[in-house]
C-alpha cells in the first residue's frame, strides 16, 4: 500500500528565510509525487509534481521540491518565504503499479511565515 | 474557464436528513473524485469514478452514494446524515491516470457541510 507521511503539523518561519516542508512516502516501484497548497477556505491548488527525471522539480511560485529515492523524500521548499506563503501544504503519491489507484494524500503541514 | 465548480458552497442540515453535493467539470476529465476534509487526517477519499457509469469506493465510503450519468457531473448524496459527516467537501478530477498516473488532480473550492 501506498502511504504518505508529513511529520511536521506546523512549520514557523521568518520572511526572507529559507523554507523547507518534509515529506516521506511509501510505494512499491517508482512513485509520482505531487505538491498541493491550500488557502484558506479554498480548494487545494497545484504546486509541483515528480514524473522522472531531474530530482529537482521547479513549481508555481517560486517553489521547488527535490525527489531523494533513498531517503523516500520529497522535501517542499523555498529559497525566500513570504507572508503570502501562510498556507496549508499537502504532499501526494501514487505508486506506477497502482495504475488506477487515485492520490493518497499526507495529512498538511501547515505553514506560518512570519513578518 | 469554469473548471470544476461545486455547490452548494455551504450547507446546514439536520441529522437524518438526505443531502445531496453536486460537482461540475468542464474538461471533459475522465477520472472524478469526492475528498473530505478533516482536522487531523488530511485528506479522504470517499469515492472515485473512472468514467461515465464506473464507480469505485475509497478509503471511506460509508453514509455515501455516488452516481456518474453524465462525463461532466458526480453528485456526492449522504443518504442519511449524521454530525460525523460534517466535513468540507472537495470533488476533484483529472484526464487518464491509467498508462499517465501522472496526471494532475485538480479540485474544486470546496462544500462545507454542517450536519446538526
Known amino acids: 500500500a501506498q502511504s504518505v507521511a508529513q511529520p511536521e503539523d506546523q512549520v514557523n518561519v521568518a520572511e526572507g528565510n529559507p523554507l523547507t516542508v518534509k515529506c516521506t512516502y511509501s510505494?512499491?516501484?517508482?512513485?509520482?509525487l505531487f505538491w498541493y497548497v491550500q488557502y484558506p477556505n479554498r480548494g487545494l491548488q497545484f504546486l509541483l509534481k515528480?514524473?522522472?527525471?531531474?530530482?529537482l522539480v521547479k513549481g508555481s511560485y517560486g517553489f521547488e521540491a527535490e525527489f531523494n529515492k533513498s531517503q523516500t523524500s520529497f522535501h517542499l521548499k523555498k529559497p525566500s518565504a513570504l507572508v503570502s506563503d501562510s498556507a496549508l501544504y499537502f504532499c501526494?503519491?501514487?505508486?506506477?503499479?497502482?495504475?488506477?489507484?487515485?492520490?493518497?494524500f499526507g495529512k498538511g503541514t501547515r505553514l506560518s511565515v512570519i513578518a | 474557464d469554469a473548471g470544476i465548480t461545486q455547490s452548494p458552497r455551504y450547507k446546514i442540515t439536520e441529522t437524518g436528513r438526505q443531502v445531496t453535493l453536486m460537482c461540475h467539470q468542464t474538461?471533459?476529465?475522465?477520472?472524478m473524485f469526492w475528498y473530505r476534509q478533516d482536522l487531523g487526517h488530511g485528506l479522504r477519499l470517499i469515492y472515485y469514478?473512472?468514467?461515465?457509469?464506473?464507480?469505485d469506493k475509497g478509503e471511506v465510503p460509508d453514509g455515501y452514494v455516488v452516481s456518474r450519468s453524465k462525463t461532466e457531473n458526480f453528485p456526492l448524496t449522504l443518504e442519511s446524515a449524521t454530525r460525523s459527516q460534517t466535513s468540507v467537501y472537495f470533488c476533484?478530477?483529472?484526464?487518464?491516470?491509467?498508462?499517465?498516473?501522472?496526471?494532475?488532480?485538480?479540485f474544486g473550492e470546496g462544500s462545507w457541510l454542517t450536519v446538526v
Open positions: 476533484a478530477s483529472s484526464d487518464i491516470q491509467g498508462r499517465f498516473s501522472g496526471n494532475t488532480i485538480y
Open positions: 510505494v512499491s516501484g517508482n512513485p509520482y
Open positions: 515528480y514524473i522522472t527525471g531531474d530530482n
Open positions: 501526494a503519491v501514487r505508486g506506477p503499479v497502482s495504475g488506477n489507484t487515485p492520490l493518497v
Open positions: 474538461w471533459s476529465h475522465s477520472y
Open positions: 469514478s473512472a468514467a461515465a457509469d464506473i464507480t
